[in-house]
């Protein structure tokens, strides 16, 4: 199982493929194969172009023949979440409301990879809009969890975390506003990472909260995490939320910091709600880290009981004034009902919307609206501040912080109607991206009944080498990583 | 913090330029008061002398130099217009 070459790392497959031991149109007709047969399982795509990804991964052979070739991501298929813009690729957000939009340009981390050779292979599914937590909010279709096709692969980047499980891309982007890359990696039993905020641009990803919105990778293992990483992350001066900061070969770093290093536990994220099978497992991994002569500490961040409500606020805040734009006039959906121009608006974007979206809209107009702005979003922009100097307060005493990443491990397709209790599902991971923290989730061990389990690390802000450093020190001791679900 | 058991739907509605169904209105009231009831729960926090964060990097002045730059061809960016002529977007009538 673990030789196909749809399981293989970046890392293996780049040597591979510089020895000309193996040709990228191999390596893409492989992940073809696999794909077809178990995407109807799966079903992690929302489209895909097989002509076109031979087609990339033919030049990607003449650049090698011809000794041009533009480094380790070069000839490797990689799956995007359906988005990030890609130039002639369908963009849908999985979303009625740009159900037939193609994208008239690339964005940042596209052109990136393509600089960089990687093959883009296929759109990937997604909760509309990225609003949601197990890609059931998907307008197309559900995507199952590879290990268990009767539960949700979690969300919003589903499709990205289940294709990479699967054997249907060897990494792939994501993004994440409140957990949508960690979340469903440790529900599939993949690496999630998500960036520091501002390190990757955010040109081409279709806005959600923009404040929170970051883009990452999935991938097997935390050094393709880092080759990733390497790749997409920068300067852009087409955003401008994009931070200058020097850069280190994160993959390169992985290997010069070592440990031992002073780890906190905040013990806000062991309460109640937690499931005795993923506390068990984190508090295995941490047993891993005294072990290797790490300074385990207790921490405490205070605010954490009022980041859900904090996120809510914001995120819903943004996402009400960056979906203004899909009125039905310059592109998306537009509805054949209206009367007039200003039914337009609202007809169109009553029928391109869905549930969830529409909810959020409600409410993140509702709690910008006059009267109650003050009383919420200001309120909880104060206590963002709070939530980000608890974590800055952390960082006083220790290098990162170890929590789970989700409260219990993938649950059944269906199962959890009321909103609210899917909001619950991000509660670990939603205070990292009010701080703007990096943080990963690699996979931490199995629950009985045979569903991956995540452990999330949070590092301090643009320190990504020193956690990638620190999860890979884990991730080397278990063998986690290379277990696939079996179809 | 405001009362939050009733929630004017339509005007938040017309606010948001989004038509909903009798059902939809129902249902969004009732989940949005239950959603409402828990971010009460920030009144909790004593926020006096605290800066709110909008961003949690925040980049002030960023300047990009004033030149012309290549955008979309016309082609590129109607391409996704759900109606157009001539070279323009076709919209309802809309002054009388």
Known sequence: MADELHYQTIANLSVRLAKRELSAVELMQAVIDRTNQVEPKVRAFNSRNEVDA???????????????????????????????????????????????????YDGTVAQKLKRAGAVLWGRLNMDEFAMGSSTENSATHQTANPWDTSCVPGGSSGGSAAAVAAGQAIATLGSDTGGSIRQPAALCGVVGLKPTYGLISRYGLIAFASSLDQIGPFTHTVEDAAIMLQ????????????????????????????????????????????????GAAVERAIAHYRAQGCEI??????????????????????????????????????????????????????????????????????????????????????????????????????????????????????????????????????????????????????????????????????????????????????????????? | MADTTNIDIDRVAQLARLALTPEEKEKFSRQLAEVLHHMRQLEQVDVTGVEPTAHAFPLFNVWADDLAKPGLPVEAALRNAPAQRDNMIVVPKVVE
């Open chain 1, 54 to 104: 031979l087609s990339q991964a033919t030049a990607a052979d003449a650049r090698r023949s011809a000794g041009e070739s533009l480094g380790p991501l070069d000839g490797i298929p990689i799956g995007l979440k359906d988005v990030i813009a890609v130039e002639n690729q369908p963009l849908t957000a999985s979303s009625k409301m740009l159900a037939n939009f193609v994208s008239p």
């Open chain 1, 231 to 278: 790749s997409i992350a920068g300067h852009d001066e087409c955003d401008s939320t994009s931070y200058r900061t020097a850069l280190p070969d994160y993959r390169d770093e992985l290997k010069q910091r070592q440990g031992p290093w002073k780890l906190g536990i905040p013990k806000e994220y062991f309460g109640e709600g937690l499931d005795p099978e993923v």
């Open chain 1, 297 to 487: 500490k207790e921490v405490s961040l205070p605010h954490t009981r009022y980041c859900l409500d904090a996120y809510y606020v914001i995120a819903t805040a943004e996402a009400s004034s960056n979906l203004a734009r899909y009125d039905g006039v310059r592109y998306g959906h537009r509805s054949k009902a209206a009367k007039d121009i200003t039914d337009l608006y609202f007809q169109s974007r009553a029928e391109g919307f869905g549930e969830e979206v529409k909810r959020r809209i409600i409410l993140g107009t509702y709690v910008l609206s006059s009267g109650y702005y003050d009383a919420y979003y200001l309120r909880a922009q104060k206590v963002r501040t709070l939530i980000r100097q608890d974590f800055l307060n952390a960082y006083q005493e220790v290098d990162a912080l170890i929590t789970p990443t989700t409260p219990t491990p993938a649950f059944k397709l269906g199962a959890k109607a009321d909103p609210l209790a899917l909001y619950l599902c991000d509660i670990y991971t939603i205070g990292v991206n009010l701080a703007g923290l990096p943080a990963v989730s690699v996979p931490c061990g199995f629950s009985s009944s045979g569903l991956p389990l995540g452990l999330q690390l949070i590092g301090r802000p643009f320190e990504e080498a020193s956690l990638l450093a620190i999860a890979r020190d884990y991730e080397q001791a278990h063998d986690w990583h290379q277990r696939h679900p079996q179809f």
